[in-house]
């Protein structure tokens, strides 16, 4: 049996791995996934640093070409594997995507990821800090998520792709999403997608 061109190198329960996960099940591909186990730093050792220099996950190598980062992989994703609507070509469109993208990589990795890490981990941080990112990224999603169904548009992009997992995973930081209506519509529309993976819960 030929194995998958497609290798993911990811950590199960890592919000930035799942994104590229549930990303590849949206597209329908077929891949081998390569566990690599942070707890024993596996991720800053030479064999791992040379796929990626930052001794971060994910990494995608698809053939020959390797790539690292989850946003960046996501972007690859749509555009060598996905339809247009995915990441749209247009500047306007690709603009509001990238827009989110970015709050994916701040608000978001700052707030309610690191709130997760805290509560799950005991990683020390600043943990009220980290909850009032949340918070307020919640709060410019949820009304934004109150004029339109998903984050960039109306159809789903990897915009939706990348806030998805660390937003419903929100909760496992103790940062609770009932005062926000329309980002709780939005991730049941997400889980509706034909291909949606869940996120393993960390307690699970």
């Given at each position: 049996m030929?194995?998958?061109?497609?290798?993911?190198?990811?950590f199960a329960l890592s919000g930035h791995s799942h994104r590229v996960r549930l990303m590849l099940s949206l597209l329908g591909l077929e891949y081998e996934t390569i566990p690599v186990n942070l707890r024993e730093g596996e991720h800053?050792?030479?064999?791992?640093?040379?796929?990626?220099?930052?001794?971060?996950?994910?990494?995608?190598?698809?053939?020959?070409?390797?790539?690292?980062?989850?946003?960046?992989?996501?972007?690859?994703?749509?555009?060598?594997?996905g339809h247009g609507d995915w990441l749209p070509a247009d500047p306007l469109g690709e603009a509001r995507v990238q827009r989110w993208l970015s709050a994916a990589a701040g608000p978001l990795a700052f707030g309610a990821a690191q709130a997760r890490l805290h509560k799950w981990r005991g990683v020390p941080l600043d943990y009220e800090l980290a909850a009032s990112r949340a918070k307020a990224l919640f709060q410019v999603m949820d009304e934004e998520l109150a004029e339109r169904p998903f984050l960039a548009g109306d159809t789903a992009t990897i915009a939706d792709v990348a806030l998805y997992t660390y937003t419903a995973r929100a909760p496992e930081g103790e940062i609770p999403l009932e005062?926000?209506?329309?980002?709780?519509?939005?991730?049941?529309?997400?889980?509706?997608?034909p291909g949606f993976l869940p996120m393993p819960a960390i307690n699970a």
């Open positions: 030929t194995r998958p061109a497609l290798k993911l190198y990811d800053k050792r030479p064999d791992f640093l040379k796929l990626n220099r930052f001794g971060q996950i994910p990494v995608l190598a698809d053939g020959d070409e390797t790539i690292p980062d989850s946003n960046a992989i996501l972007v690859y994703l749509a555009r060598r594997y005062p926000y209506p329309h980002v709780r519509a939005w991730l049941a529309r997400v889980e509706a997608l």
